[in-house]
């Protein structure tokens, strides 16, 4: 079974110009999450899809990030314009739903994006 | 809200030698409590994880105990190697498991030949 993928691997982009990510998730899973961790600092939190619905969004820092889900299937997350301090390491993560009181989130390799 | 605190890092020690990365979280009730890990070039994978007070989660040789009295979830291993060398993250959900991951800022650990 394929893990999470994410792509590009590696970004670097000029403030201002407009980035975007996008994540696949394990097949059938519903639950999909983006992270990010910023200069070294710990992995927070920015939005939860169930399906192509947005759950939660709280983490989302400004309105220059968009995510989408069309379909329910593989996200994006947009960045426009980019500002320096977006730099850092974009996760992704997904969650099935079949049972029990707990459902482990699997986590892509991660986007790096470098804003010059 | 939700916080999880680790110690800093980077931790270096040699192969064979005791390892301790402490970890302590604060939440209402009784989180799920995990250690996830970052290996070179690679993404986050789960190490192990404790859903209930005094639970014992153990992987690789790795071992933390939920500890509600402390609210701490220490992680341990008796004789790390090369290739434990990576990035661990102490990290929490609410009870249930359906909400977002709360990370703690990670520690690099480093072993040297």
């Known amino acids: 079974e394929a893990g999470v993928t994410q792509f590009p691997s590696h970004s670097v982009i000029e403030k201002g110009q407009t980035v975007t990510l996008r994540c696949d998730p394990i097949?059938?899973?519903?639950?999909l999450y983006w992270y990010r961790r910023v200069m070294g600092k710990e992995i927070k939190f920015l939005l939860h899809?169930?399906?192509?619905?947005?759950?939660?969004e709280s983490g989302m820092p400004n309105n220059r990030f968009l995510a989408e889900r069309t379909g329910g299937t593989y996200s994006t997350l947009k960045v426009q314009p980019a500002e320096l301090e977006d730099s850092g390491v974009y996760f992704c993560?997904?969650?099935?739903?079949?049972?029990?009181?707990?459902?482990?989130?699997?986590f892509g390799p991660g986007t790096r994006l470098t804003v010059l | 809200g939700n916080s999880v605190t680790q110690m800093e890092g980077p931790v270096t020690l040699s192969e064979e030698a005791f390892l301790t990365i402490n970890c302590t979280y604060t939440?209402?009730?009784?989180?799920?409590l995990f250690w996830y890990v970052q290996y070179p070039g690679e993404g986050l994978q789960l190490l192990l994880k404790?859903?209930?007070?005094?639970d014992k989660g153990s992987n690789k040789g790795f071992e933390a105990t939920y500890r509600k009295e402390t609210t701490s979830f220490h992680l341990e291993k008796g004789s790390v190697q090369v290739s434990d060398s990576a990035v661990y993250f102490c990290?929490?959900?609410?009870?249930?498991?359906?909400?977002?991951?709360?990370f703690g800022t990670g520690t690099k650990l480093q072993v040297i030949p």
């Open positions: 993560a997904s969650r099935g739903v079949t049972g029990g009181n707990y459902n482990e989130q699997f």
């Open positions: 097949s059938g899973h519903d639950n």
């Open positions: 899809f169930v399906k192509e619905s947005k759950q939660d």
């Open positions: 939440a209402t009730g009784y989180p799920s």
């Open positions: 404790a859903t209930k007070a005094d």
């Open positions: 990290a929490l959900t609410p009870a249930g498991g359906y909400q977002k991951v709360t």
